[in-house]
């Protein structure tokens, strides 16, 4: 009896290894036609205008890092490729969503949470069909607490746990088809 369980989960698992690798089933929920072999990122320029110097490089290679993460595509730094997204990152501000009340007459109003919204307009293009294209902008959001801690300490946690959102939701929208 043990034997058969034991060749009932290797058929199982061979499968699965099958269809993965064929392309009929991605565990990241990626479904991408077996036709399509790459995917090409164009540098994301910041045109916000704020935000710190290194945010255009840090969402282009984190995007390009979490589709060689979560697809067996290959990165096309040409521009050619089967999957192909450009964009940029169209705004990044802060601003007040809790304000308090100022302990007396005579002190100020202040921030008791401040929000940080990033938000980056995509085209991605579908070179295998082209019912799939977008041209879409995805925004996301993250507080903290300006009593507790600094804009500069925490500035590149903020931005890291937005682009992790934003990469998760370019990604469902252009290969996960949700």
Known sequence: MKLR????????????????????YSFSGASISPD?????????YNEAGDGPPY??????????????????????NS?????????????????PIAPTVGINDN??????LQRLTISIRVEY?????????????F???????????SISAIEPALVEEIFEQLYVDIFNASVANW
Do not use: M, W
């Open 5 to 24: 369980n034991k060749h009932i989960v290797f058929l199982l698992f061979a499968l699965t290894a099958i269809l993965y690798k064929c392309g009929i």
């Open 36 to 44: 399509i072999e790459t995917v090409s990122i164009d540098f994301f």
């Open 55 to 76: 945010l255009s490089q840090q969402f282009t290679e984190g995007l390009k890092e979490y589709f060689q993460n979560n697809t067996n595509l290959g990165i096309d």
């Open 79 to 95: 521009g050619n490729g089967d999957l192909q997204f450009s964009g940029n990152i169209a705004s990044f501000n802060y601003r």
């Open 107 to 112: 002190a100020p109003d202040n921030a008791g």
């Open 125 to 137: 293009i579908n070179t295998g069909d082209d019912t799939f294209d977008f041209d879409q902008q």
């Open 139 to 149: 925004s996301f959001y993250a507080d903290y607490d300006p009593s507790t801690t």
